[in-house]
């Protein structure tokens, strides 16, 4: 078959399933699955990995997106296993600069430094 320009075009602008599992799971986010006074949302990697099959293609993926500063990645150690959170760049700075995030600025700072180094 011949392929269009176009239609390259178009399936290099569909997000990958790791792009689309994030937005199905930031985007449908319950209060409950909210930091920061309920105005973050957040999706843990375990989440994505039930979405997304391929687990090397999420690391090897996620890896780019927290390199390139799209996704922030927190590693939040636990009793039994560590939990990794997963946050769009994009939703940190709107709750950063939210009128309202004065005490939740003092919070994230706190907790961007003890989980990302």
Same mark, same amino acid.
């Given at each position: 078959?011949?392929?269009?320009?176009?239609?390259?075009?178009?399936?290099?602008?569909?997000?990958?399933d790791?792009? *689309?599992?994030?937005?199905?799971?930031? =985007?449908?986010?319950?209060?409950?699955?909210?930091?920061?006074?309920?105005?973050?949302?957040?999706a843990?990697? *375990?989440? +994505?990995?039930? +979405?997304?099959?391929d687990?090397?293609?999420?690391?090897?993926?996620?890896?780019?997106?927290?390199?390139? =500063?799209?996704?922030?990645?927190?590693?939040?150690?636990?009793?039994?296993?560590?939990? +990794?959170?997963?946050?769009?760049?994009?939703?940190?700075? *709107?709750?950063?600069?939210?009128?309202? =995030? =004065?005490?939740?600025?003092?919070?994230?700072?706190?907790?961007?430094?003890?989980?990302?180094?």
């Amino acid at each position: 078959t011949v392929v269009d320009e176009s239609d390259d075009a178009l399936v290099q602008a569909m997000p990958s399933d790791l792009q *689309a599992g994030l937005v199905f799971l930031l =985007g449908c986010a319950p209060p409950g699955a909210r930091l920061c006074k309920q105005m973050l949302p957040v999706a843990t990697l *375990a989440q +994505i990995y039930c +979405i997304v099959h391929d687990r090397t293609v999420v690391d090897q993926e996620l890896e780019s997106l927290r390199a390139e =500063g799209s996704v922030r990645v927190l590693n939040l150690p636990g009793s039994r296993r560590d939990e +990794i959170l997963l946050v769009r760049r994009a939703d940190c700075e *709107a709750v950063l600069q939210d009128p309202d =995030g =004065g005490s939740v600025l003092d919070m994230v700072r706190r907790l961007w430094t003890r989980c990302t180094g």
